[in-house]
Structure formats: C-alpha cells, structure tokens
C-alpha cells in the first residue's frame, strides 16, 4: 500500500527535476535553482527513510 510519504517523496522528486529542467536558461538561474533541485531531494530522502523523524535545529 502506497503512503502519503511514498507520494510526497515523488512530488518532492518530480519538482526536483522541474527546477534542473528550467535551470538551463541563465548561469545565475542554474545555480540557485540547482540549489532548490537538492534541497527537494534531500526532503525526499528523509521522507522516504525516516517519514516520522522530528526536524533537528540548524548547526547540530
């Protein structure tokens, strides 16, 4: 049975590649999309391997 965690981390996926996909316009543009692309699919990780694992702070 699919989770609603199973679907977030393919939502998360698929903006991922839409932000890699749009990114190719402009160098500055590449870069800070880029960024986004790997935030996206690092939450797709974490959601996908620990759905119920609570946020650490920044720094720790």
Known sequence: MRTHADLAAKLLREAAIM?????GTTDELAE??????DVYDQVALLVETDPLAELQPAGS
């Open 32 to 37: 800070k999309l880029g960024e986004f692309a």
């Open 19 to 23: 932000f890699r996909t749009m990114a």
